[in-house]
T-cell receptor, first 109, second 114 residues
Framework: GQNIDQPTEMTATEGAIVQINCTYQ??????LFWYQQHAGEAPTFLSY??LDGLEEKGRFSSFLSRSKGYSYLLLKELQMKDSASYLC??????????WGAGTKLIIKP | SQTIHQWPATLVQPVGSPLSLECTVEGTSNPNLYWYRQAAGRGLQLLFYSVGIGQISSEVPQNLSASRPQDRQFILSSKKLLLSDSGFYLC?????????????FGSGTQLSVL
């Protein structure tokens, strides 16, 4: 079967750095997405990786290793507004999105 | 710019009652449209997607149905709701022109079936 694994919950301190990991086992690979979702709201797109390596976008970076079936989202200079769930999703060989359950990130002052 | 509208935001319905959730997209034409359900602690579950008017693909067999009567309108329906239909429903669209096909989500509908 197809599977996306992320930690259920993480806690970090304001101003610090946090890395949220995502491992996947899918039938084929056509890209990996990270979305941010604040409680009770819709997910919003953060990043997309299809080739190995690091994609940097401001305070957020996303890394992909296709050979390891692994990605991480790195958040720097954490702010209270970064408290949210972070969803990892992989597009499989049929171009269908497989979603992880999300990682709830709690930021403490 | 493109916008997506989804309503209502919150809905409380008795078991056995009908359901109609509506979603409209503005500022784009011929989008891919999606209905997802999100249960607490679980990943997004794709319910239906549509690549054009009248073209609906169902991913999960259930008592829900979807229709696309116009290019930018997507409707989720049920004739008789079950308790298990409770959840957070999200409409989304993507532009097929883009290689990444990232999704843009509506604000969601929290459905409680009692």
């Amino acid at each position: 079967g197809q599977n996306i694994d992320q930690p259920t919950e993480m806690t970090a301190t304001e101003g610090a750095i946090v890395q949220i990991n995502c491992t996947y086992q899918t039938s084929g690979f056509n890209g990996l997405f990270w979305y941010q979702q604040h409680a009770g709201e819709a997910p919003t797109f953060l990043s997309y990786n299809v080739l190995d390596g690091l994609e940097e976008k401001g305070r957020f970076s996303s890394f992909l290793s296709r050979s390891k079936g692994y990605s991480y989202l790195l958040l720097k200079e954490l702010q209270m507004k970064d408290s949210a769930s972070y969803l990892c999703a992989v597009k499989d060989s049929n171009y269908q999105l497989i979603w992880g359950a999300g990682t709830k990130l709690i930021i403490k002052p | 710019s493109q916008t997506i509208h989804q309503w209502p935001a919150t809905l409380v319905q008795p078991v056995g009652s009908p359901l109609s959730l509506e979603c409209t997209v503005e500022g784009t034409s011929n989008p891919n449209l999606y209905w997802y359900r999100q249960a607490a602690g679980r990943g997004l579950q794709l319910l239906f997607y549509s690549v054009g008017i009248g073209q609906i693909s169902s991913e999960v067999p259930q008592n829900l149905s979807a229709s696309r009567p116009q290019d930018r309108q997507f409707i989720l329906s049920s004739k008789k709701l079950l308790l298990s239909d409770s959840g957070f429903y999200l409409c989304a669209w993507s532009d097929r022109v883009w290689d990444t096909e990232k999704l843009f989500f509506g604000s969601g509908t929290q459905l409680s079936v009692l």
